[in-house]
């Protein structure tokens, strides 16, 4: 069985910082593509950033210059730094990824249960 476990949510002053991170565990034989998402208030879930395996980067036009998406050595976690919050980054921030189980043999999408990020004064 396969799971995505996001860390590092909270609540933050605006212009501040917070470092999320996703570990994925189970029978894996490889990981793919890494993504955020991020589901405001009353809004669609949507991409922020996405990384594949050989570390090409993508980012939405919102957070571009203040949000840093990386993976780890394993190729088994991913991260975001987010720098310079606004209030208007607050809300659930969901990883993804493409995974490929042992048991399975081909590619599907997984999802992390959900960090909330608030940044407020």
């Known amino acids: 069985q396969v799971q995505l476990v996001e860390t590092g949510g909270g609540l933050v002053r605006p212009g501040g910082s917070l470092r999320l991170s996703c570990a994925a565990s189970?029978?894996?034989?490889?990981?793919?593509?890494m993504s955020w998402y991020r589901q405001a208030p009353g809004l669609q879930r949507e991409l922020i950033a996405d990384?594949?395996?050989?570390?090409?980067?993508r980012y939405a036009e919102s957070v571009k210059g203040r949000f840093t998406i990386s993976r780890g050595n394993s190729k088994m976690t991913v991260h975001l730094q987010m720098n310079s919050l606004k209030p208007e980054d607050t809300g659930v921030y969901y990883c993804?990824?493409?995974?490929?189980?042992?048991?399975?043999?081909?590619?599907?999408?997984?999802w992390g249960q959900g960090t909330q990020v608030t940044v407020s004064s």
């Open positions: 993804s990824a493409e995974i490929v189980e042992r048991t399975v043999g081909y590619e599907r999408d997984y």
């Open positions: 189970g029978n894996i034989f490889e990981i793919n593509g």
């Open positions: 990384i594949t395996r050989d570390g090409s980067t």
